[in-house]
């Protein structure tokens, strides 16, 4: 069970990035968070990891203040939660294995990964993740040789190594063809399937959000604008769409492809 | 222009035409500020003002002894007319000029023609060349002259090599001035072996006798010198040693005397007896010695002292460049922290420290290398050291701000991600920021490396050390062949460096 209480965040410049956002989440399930640029998705994605420190309010996961966390105890917590960033934030000269094998620094021994030393199973889990997400044989290519897509499945395995109970996902395809959209998100509805990670997703395209989500929730100007259901979403209608979105908004379609691989 | 043409519309001059050109006629430039033109007015105005100011300078240099503006003029007038009265004359139409400018402008809905500016940058251009002392006619008269010395420097590899040399001597005894006791016998001949013998043994050694005002050249004795059992065919020079221990090849008509010995090894010259070289007080007996040389290349080729110099301290300067390098980079990353923005901005404390490094390195980086030699060459002296220092001060600075900015530059997407895996700050760091930094990093100390070395070949010539050092020694004692190998190397090794460093860098980005 993962709780937010009260979240607020202000920002250094005077900037209201959340204003008193409550919600909860049940293990295993898929979030979407939907609104516009600004609204605070990405924010509220980072306070959850503390990536941002919030102005206040409480986020309890399984009992821990996660808000409240020293940062020993932090780093516990973060290793357990997996990133995925619209700009992949990849290190784009290092090569695939090693940008991987990042995601398990929270697990290893801090000084002889300083030397890039990992042990052998970290290696293997490394490569397994990789074939997970069909990209095995990129392994030793640079990043920045790496297609968009290519590059977000490196991210997805990176947070597999840090064999993780929840990923936030922050616009992972916003950067990304409509096509490989799909190859993206299966990868992590299959992850919150099988393995009953909890995800939470920050989206743009109203079709992703019905075919992926099994909870949403939408930000304006930092608020809660908008809860629903499963079915509530897929029954969603344009006018609500923009009630969320504001007048301007138009429901662009994502053509949805057949399942990959 | 469609802005500035209503502004003007909307702007009418403040004065009639013929009162602006007065205006101007008085204070140059007052017309067009009247006919609100004060940028154009005050352009002109202090280029006029400049112009007769640079001119005033020429003329009193040209009449540097005159008291008072008048004489000055006069004297001037008098030694160079052909450069005072046209620059007087085209100072005077300038100033006409801005008054008939003056006029125009203040004429509603004209607009501002730019031949008064022209006129302008002629005069200054005039007056720079005759400031900076160009002299068309002398660079192609001279330029003959130089040939010897620039073929020299150009095609130095006749110094490059050098052969041992062997000196065949004999001389015979002259005494001088003639006296009663008898002269010094000549030498014994002994067959084989190289022997000269003068005729007469005695005699007056040329000087220079003052008679009615007038200095007049009284040739010494005229003395016949006979050589034999010398190499035959070889060119013997004549040198002169006085008493004293001076020795000098002889001249005649300001050519060194040398002859070339016949198939027996003989030769016969007849000389003057030279100046003296003695203090006129020496007293008595002086026996002069007239000698025969013949210098003979033994042995096989071998490199000269010069090239052995050269190669020296080359190698001296490519590491006197190396060690500035590392040195700077060692410094200089620290430095770059401190220097760099985006992790300073955390309290006013390290923005204030941010501002003072950034303000340093500015002021350390805008004084050139060569003055930060001469500064160290006070502190430990001249030597490679003093160009080791003043190379490093100038690369932390340059080094510094590089490195800062690539700092600044960096992405910061990787450092969140790597810290969302639950990864310590040293982690963070690792994982995140060296894999971008280690790019520019590589890129700019290569590209100062290739700086200092460059600059390490011109550092001697203020005593920095280095192939620079000697260079200036060479030049100075006119030896233009070992200055030519010197320059040679300085631009071997510079083009290497530049190909080496641009094919390193091109891997490494």
Redesign the interface.
């Given at each position: 069970m993962f709780q937010i209480k009260n979240l607020t965040k202000i920002y250094d410049d005077g900037t209201v990035a959340l204003r008193d956002v409550s919600f909860e989440v049940a293990d295993g399930e898929f979030l979407v968070i939907i609104g516009l640029s600004g609204s605070g998705k990405s924010t509220l994605l980072?306070c959850i990891?503390r990536?941002i420190d919030p102005t206040g309010g409480q986020i309890i996961w399984d009992g821990v203040d996660i808000s409240a966390a020293e940062p020993a105890q932090l780093?516990?917590?973060?290793?357990?939660?997996?990133?995925i960033?619209q700009?992949?934030?990849?290190?784009?000269?290092?090569n695939v294995l090693t940008n991987v094998l990042?995601?398990?620094?929270?697990?290893v021994n801090?000084w002889s990964?300083?030397l890039h030393r990992f042990p052998a199973e970290d290696r293997e889990m490394a490569m397994a993740a990789l074939k997970r997400v069909g990209i095995a044989d990129q392994a030793h290519k640079r990043v920045d040789e790496l297609s968009g897509g290519q590059q977000q499945r490196v991210?997805i395995a990176?947070a597999l190594?840090?064999q993780p109970r929840m990923i936030?996902a922050d616009e992972p395809v916003a950067s990304l063809d409509p096509v490989l959209a799909h190859s993206i998100l299966e990868h992590l509805e299959r992850l919150n399937q099988e393995e009953k990670i909890t995800v939470l997703c920050s989206l743009h395209y109203l079709d992703l959000v019905q075919r992926y989500a099994t909870r949403v929730i939408g930000l304006r100007d930092g608020q809660i604008v908008y809860r629903g259901s499963r079915e509530e979403i897929r029954a969603m209608t344009d006018r609500e769409f923009k009630d969320i979105y504001g007048e301007e908004a138009v429901r662009v379609s994502v053509v949805p492809q057949g399942r990959e691989e | 222009m469609a802005t500035r043409t209503t502004k003007r519309e909307l702007q009418p001059s403040l004065v009639s035409p013929p009162v602006a050109g007065i205006a101007s006629l008085f204070i140059p430039g007052l017309g067009q500020a009247l006919a609100r033109q004060v940028q154009r007015g005050l352009t002109l105005f202090g280029s006029l003002l400049t112009l007769v100011g640079l001119f005033a300078w020429q003329v009193s240099l040209l009449a540097t002894r005159e008291q008072g503006i008048d004489a000055k003029f006069v004297k001037a007038l008098d030694r160079r007319p052909a450069f005072v009265i046209p620059i007087l004359a085209l100072i005077v139409i300038l100033w006409l000029w801005i008054a008939w400018d003056a006029y125009r402008q203040a004429q509603p809905g004209q607009r501002g023609g730019l031949s008064v500016f022209a006129l302008v940058l002629a005069l200054f251009f005039i007056l720079g060349w005759k400031i900076s002392e160009i002299n068309l006619y002398k660079l192609a008269t001279e330029l003959s002259d130089a040939k010897g010395p620039l073929s020299r420097v150009l095609w130095p590899w006749e110094a490059a090599v050098t052969r041992d040399v062997e000196t065949t001597v004999a001389g015979a005894d002259i005494l001088s001035p003639c006296d009663d006791l008898p002269p010094p016998s000549p030498p014994v001949e002994t067959p084989g072996e190289p022997y000269v013998v003068a005729d007469p043994t005695c005699g007056d050694l040329s000087q220079q006798v003052e008679e009615g005002g007038v200095l007049k050249t009284v040739p010494g004795t005229l003395l016949t010198v006979v050589g034999r059992g010398f190499e035959p065919n070889t060119e013997t020079q004549i040198w002169w040693s006085d008493p004293i221990g001076n020795k000098f090849q002889m001249r005649q008509e300001g050519r060194y005397l040398a002859i070339m010995t016949d198939d027996e090894g003989a030769f016969q010259i007849e000389i003057h007896m030279p100046y003296r070289l003695i203090p006129p007080s020496s007293e008595g007996r002086q026996v002069h010695r007239v000698e025969a040389r013949q210098v003979s290349s033994v042995g096989d080729l071998k490199f000269s002292d010069a090239l052995k110099h050269n190669v020296e301290k080359m190698v001296e300067t490519i590491v006197l460049g190396m060690m500035a390098t590392l040195f700077g980079i060692i410094f200089s990353v620290p430095v770059s922290f401190l220097a760099a923005r985006n992790l300073m901005s955390g309290s006013p404390l390290t923005m204030a420290l941010y501002y003072i490094t950034r303000t340093l390195l500015n002021i350390v980086r805008s004084i050139e290398p060569l003055i930060w030699a001469i500064l160290a060459g006070v502190i430990v002296g001249l030597g490679p050291f003093a160009g080791v220092i003043a190379l490093t001060v100038h690369s932390i600075a340059a080094l510094g701000k590089l490195y800062s900015e690539s700092i600044e530059s960096i992405d910061p997407g990787p450092i969140e991600a790597i810290q969302a895996t639950g990864a310590t700050r040293l982690q963070t760091i690792m994982y995140a920021v060296v894999p971008q930094m280690i790019p520019p990093f590589v890129s700019f100390s290569i590209y100062r490396w290739d700086i200092n070395v460059r600059m390490s070949t011109v550092i001697g010539l203020v005593g920095g050390g280095g192939i620079g050092f000697l260079l200036t020694q060479y030049i100075r004692l006119l030896d233009y062949r070992s200055a030519g190998i010197a320059v040679w190397f300085i631009a071997i090794t510079v083009a290497t460096l530049d190909y080496v460093s641009a094919e390193i860098r091109q891997r490494f980005v």
């Open positions: 980072r990891n990536l780093r516990q917590i973060r290793r357990q939660i997996g990133m960033f700009h992949f934030n990849l290190v784009k000269r290092s990042s995601g398990r620094l929270g697990y801090p990964s300083l991210g990176r190594m840090q936030l | -």
